[in-house]
């Protein structure tokens, strides 16, 4: 039986975020800039900036505090007048295990 409109919960999110205020280098050609991201999440995380709008990945560096960094690629899923939101792409291995120790003991 599939449950009807009335009673499906609004959409969660599957990964939950954690309060992420800290500086985040994204590469840009020879360029790196300094934007503030506002949460992470094992899927992504959110940044406040405004890369042109025909961008549609972002290289970034994600400094973990007491962690370590994380270098990925990131797909722009969302923009926002806040910023835009990012999915991770090609994250490694390693990369995972880094960010599943930095998210673990923040999780509520």
């Known amino acids: 039986m599939?449950?009807?409109?009335?009673t499906l919960r609004p959409q969660e999110r599957y990964h939950p975020r954690v309060d992420a205020n800290w500086m985040v280098k994204v590469h840009l050609g020879e360029r790196t800039?300094?934007?503030?991201?506002?949460?992470?999440?094992?899927?992504g995380l959110f940044l406040h900036?405004?890369?042109?709008?025909?961008?549609?990945?972002?290289?970034?560096?994600?400094?973990?505090?007491?962690?370590?960094?994380?270098?990925?690629?990131?797909?722009i899923v969302r923009r926002a007048t806040?910023?835009?939101?990012?999915?991770?792409?090609?994250?490694?291995w390693d990369h995972f295990l880094l960010l599943a120790r930095y998210l673990h003991p923040r999780l509520p």
């Open 2 to 6: 599939t449950p009807s409109n009335s």
């Open 33 to 43: 800039v300094l934007v503030k991201a506002r949460d992470l999440s094992m899927a």
């Open 49 to 75: 900036g405004h890369p042109p709008d025909s961008t549609k990945q972002l290289s970034l560096t994600l400094p973990l505090p007491g962690i370590g960094d994380i270098t990925a690629t990131c797909n």
């Open 82 to 92: 806040q910023g835009v939101a990012l999915e991770f792409a090609d994250l490694d």
